[in-house]
C-alpha cells in the first residue's frame, strides 16, 4: 500500500508557485492579491481561512481577511462583493461557505465576477467546465486530479466511483473525471445515500472518491483488492484521548481499508492541503489572465 501524500504534493506545488510569483513580481512590479471575505464565527470555516492566507502569504500572493458580523445582511455583503470585483489590487474573490442563514448562497456568488471566481462555483464557471473550456476548476476537485496526476495513477478507462453527490466535491469531480482529456477519461459512477446498497457501486471501484460527509462510512468489506482510495471527508468528531477533545478523521475507515488498497490519501495531510494549493494556482492564474 502506498500513501498518497497530500501534504508533501502541496508543499512541493507551493514551492514551484513561489518562484513562478516571484518571477511575475519582477516582470510586472506586481503580485497575485486574493481576498478572502468571512461571515460569522463558525470554527470551522475560521481554520480554513485562516490556513489559506498562511499559505498566500507563504507564497507570495497579497491576501486579506475580510470579516465581517454574524449577522451581516445579504446586501451588506453584496457590496462588499461589488467593491473587490471592481477592485483591479484583488484578482481572487473568495467568499467562504457556510453563510450564516440569512443570506442566500447563490446570490452571493453569482454575485462574483466569474474571472475573478477562484473558488469555480459560479453558474458560468461550473459550465464552462462541464463542457471542457478552460476556466477555474474548484480546488477540491481539482486537487482530487491533481494527486492522482502527480502519482501517476492515470484513471483513463478505469471505473472511478464517487461517493457524495455535492456541487462542491462529488458533482464537479465526477464531470471533471469524465472529459476526454489526460487524467481523466474515466468511466464514472455518482452513487449516493438514496442507493438501497451502496457497496453494490463501491465493490466496482478501480478508483473510489469518498464524498459524502460521514466519518468513517467506507469499510474494507466495501471495496475490492487493490483499490486507490481518495478520500475527501474532513470530519471533527469526539475524541477524548487528544487534548483538544476532537480529532479529523475522513469518510474511509483508515486502519481497514488501507489493507487492501494499493493507494490511500490519509486524513489529515490528504486531499486537505491539496484544495488549498489549488486556490493558490487558481489566483495565479486570475492575476496571468486578468491582472498582469
Ligand atoms: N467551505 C468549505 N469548503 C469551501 C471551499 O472550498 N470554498 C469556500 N468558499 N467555502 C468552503
Do not use: W
Not at 87 to 98: M, R
Not at 216 to 239: A, H, L, P, Q, S
Not at 240 to 261: H, N
Amino acid at each position: 500500500m502506498i500513501l498518497i501524500d497530500g501534504k508533501k504534493v502541496s508543499a512541493d506545488i507551493k514551492a514551484e508557485l513561489k518562484i513562478e510569483i516571484e518571477e511575475l513580481r519582477l516582470k510586472t512590479g506586481k503580485v497575485p492579491g486574493l481576498v478572502v471575505i468571512i461571515v460569522g464565527d463558525n470554527p470551522a470555516s475560521e481554520v480554513y481561512v485562516r490556513n489559506k492566507h498562511k499559505s498566500c502569504v507563504e507564497v507570495g500572493i497579497n491576501s486579506i481577511v475580510v470579516e465581517m458580523p454574524a449577522e451581516t445582511t445579504q446586501e451588506q455583503l453584496l457590496e462588499q462583493v461589488k467593491y473587490f470585483n471592481e477592485n483591479p489590487d484583488f484578482h481572487g474573490i473568495l467568499v467562504q461557505l457556510p453563510l450564516p442563514k440569512q443570506i442566500n448562497e447563490d446570490v452571493i456568488i453569482r454575485a462574483i465576477d466569474p474571472i475573478k471566481d477562484v473558488d469555480g462555483f459560479h453558474p458560468t464557471t461550473v459550465g464552462e467546465m462541464v463542457t471542457g473550456n478552460p476556466t477555474y476548476v474548484s480546488c477540491t476537485p481539482a486537487g482530487v486530479v491533481e494527486l492522482l496526476a502527480r502519482y501517476d495513477i492515470d484513471p483513463a478507462g478505469k471505473h472511478v466511483v464517487i461517493v457524495g453527490r455535492s456541487n462542491i466535491v462529488g458533482k464537479p469531480a465526477a464531470l471533471l473525471l469524465m472529459q476526454k482529456k489526460k487524467f481523466a477519461n474515466a468511466i464514472v459512477t455518482v452513487c449516493h445515500s438514496a442507493a438501497k446498497d451502496i457497496s453494490v457501486y463501491t465493490k466496482q471501484a478501480d478508483i473510489l472518491v469518498a464524498a459524502m460527509g460521514v466519518p468513517g462510512f467506507i469499510k474494507k468489506e466495501m471495496v475490492k483488492e487493490g483499490v486507490v482510495v481518495i478520500d475527501v471527508g474532513t470530519n471533527r468528531i469526539y475524541d477524548p484521548t487528544t487534548k483538544s477533545g476532537t480529532r479529523l478523521v475522513g469518510d474511509v475507515d483508515f486502519e481497514g481499508v488501507s489493507q487492501v488498497a494499493s493507494y490511500i490519501t490519509p486524513v489529515p495531510g490528504g486531499v486537505g492541503p491539496m484544495t488549498i494549493a489549488m486556490l493558490l494556482k487558481n489566483t495565479v492564474k486570475a492575476f496571468k489572465e486578468h491582472g498582469m
